[in-house]
């Protein structure tokens, strides 16, 4: 299906959008059938064209997913940035929810690093390295 518009001057294939992001084609594919990512417009001949928004937003996707943000989020999220304005305090609250619980997983990382630090230290006396 062709796109209705013209294409904006600067575009990317699903390839280099692949290279850029390190998603494979199938998964922006994925990301788009899923509802992640809006349709994408085409070219005439039917091959996606990635305009420097969509991989602006699919950086943002990858943030999300790297800290943990599940699917389901992720696609609540995109439905109501697709929904407009009127979701901004519904995206804020999303968002900082999510932080929170970055930041618990954060917590208990640390402390697991900390844990591991006392194991090492441990054996480096048993060893005397210490």
């Known amino acids: 299906?062709?796109?209705e518009k013209p294409l904006p001057a600067e575009t990317l294939?699903?390839?280099e959008v692949a290279d850029s992001t390190g998603l494979s084609?199938?998964?922006?594919?994925y990301y788009e059938k899923a509802g992640l990512i809006s349709?994408?417009?085409?070219t005439a001949g039917g091959r996606r064209?990635?305009?420097t928004t969509d991989l602006a937003w699919i950086e943002f996707l990858l943030r999300l997913r790297d800290t943990g943000m599940s699917i389901a989020d992720?696609?609540?999220?995109a439905e109501l940035r697709r929904a407009g304005t009127a979701t901004v305090p519904d995206r804020l609250a999303l968002l900082r929810d999510h932080r929170i619980r970055l930041d618990e997983r954060i917590a208990h990382l640390q402390a697991n690093g900390h844990a591991l630090d006392d194991k090492i230290r441990h054996?480096?006396?048993l060893l005397g390295d210490a």
């Open 49 to 51: 064209r990635y305009a």
């Open 25 to 29: 084609p199938d998964t922006l594919r």
């Open 13 to 15: 294939t699903i390839t």
């Open 1 to 3: 299906m062709a796109s």
């Open 123 to 125: 054996y480096e006396h």
């Open 74 to 77: 992720m696609q609540h999220f």
């Open 39 to 42: 349709p994408i417009d085409r």
